[in-house]
């Protein structure tokens, strides 16, 4: 048998050179969306889902001889299982990363490339959390909780008896909770927050920092050795603000866009031109403050935002 090419990927560089398969990779195409939000949610990086979801591909065309009854569930699973394998690796060389480590953020605004898959993601914050749960745990928590998958079906994609995914996504949605209690806010509040906060921090009033930021507020800076950044979490209301207005005093002149991240607010900050920075921001429950900053500093994880969002024309000096 002829296995047919891989089909086009989409990255932040815009579609790769790949031909398009025929027949056997129809329903492949179709699910393709599906697989990548699922391998996302369990890895936090865009290269390893690419990577993963390659695999799939290949596993897939493998077995174009054969009759699959079931072409979504079957894809479902050989992604999950391929993805728990990278999890596993991820996990071990993340051992000698130099400070914190945050995930690939993802545009989520509605004229950017890929909307359809990137809408899935869940938010920043909460992927962060997700990296405390055992990759088995976090498995079960995606599927259940951001694709309503049930313990059957989890159970059959996992090879686990659905007692034991009833046990696993029980102990993980209690320790997800723990740590980051559900609640919704709308676009609205959420920029305006945003803003407030992008306001003082460019003017660097130490005072308007301390009004915008919730008492418990936590700070993550990832260079990964690659920029200077902090190499551990900032945490509470003053050493932040302080971090903050000290950073913003040493920069050079820069500008500055609003855009969505993960279903959340965030910006991206430019230095003559090229993107530095990113910065996603988790509103504190009500609105008026911000409760957790997740600042990218590393370049190779600024590469696809640096594809697909351009400065804005004024350019702004602290």
Do not use: C
């Not at 993601?121 to 959390?129: C, R």
């Not at 686990?160 to 996504?169: E, F, K």
Request: proline share 8%.
């Amino acid at each position: 048998m002829d296995t047919p090419a891989p089909p086009s990927k989409t990255s932040r560089d815009g579609p790769r050179d790949r031909p398009v398969p025929d027949a056997g990779g129809e329903d492949f195409l179709v699910h393709r969306e599906l697989l990548f939000s699922i391998v996302y949610n369990m890895l936090g990086t865009v290269a390893d889902t690419e990577d993963v979801v390659q695999e799939t591909w290949l596993s897939w065309a493998a077995v174009q001889d054969k009759e699959i009854a079931h072409p979504r569930a079957y894809l479902v699973r050989i992604a999950v299982n391929h993805a728990l394998t990278q999890m596993r690796r991820a996990r071990r060389s993340r051992e000698s990363y130099i400070g914190p480590w945050l995930p690939e953020p993802v545009l989520t605004e509605p004229d950017t490339p890929d909307t359809a898959i990137r809408t899935e993601s869940v938010s920043l914050a909460m992927l962060v959390v997700l990296e405390t749960l055992t990759p088995l745990q976090r498995a079960v928590f995606v599927l259940r909780e951001a694709f309503a998958y049930d313990h059957g079906e989890i159970a059959a994609i996992l090879g686990r008896s659905p007692a034991a995914v009833r046990q696993l996504a029980h102990r993980a949605k209690e320790r997800v909770e723990a740590r980051r209690p559900r609640y919704d806010l709308d676009r609205g509040t959420q920029r305006i927050v945003t803003e407030r906060f992008l306001d003082a921090a460019i003017g660097g009033d130490l005072e308007a920092l301390m009004d915008v930021l919730a008492p418990e507020v936590v700070m993550w800076s990832d260079g990964g050795g690659k920029r200077r950044a902090a190499l551990r979490v900032i945490e509470g209301r003053e050493k932040v603000a302080r971090l903050v207005a000290a950073v913003s005093a040493q920069l050079p002149t820069f500008s500055v866009r609003l855009v969505r991240m993960n279903g959340g607010p965030g910006a991206v900050l430019f230095i003559g031109g090229t993107l530095y920075a990113a910065a996603v921001f988790d509103p504190a429950p009500g609105g008026e403050r911000v409760r957790g900053i997740y600042g990218l500093i590393n370049p190779e994880k600024l590469e696809r935002l640096a594809a697909a969002v351009h400065p804005p024309a004024e350019r702004l000096a602290p």
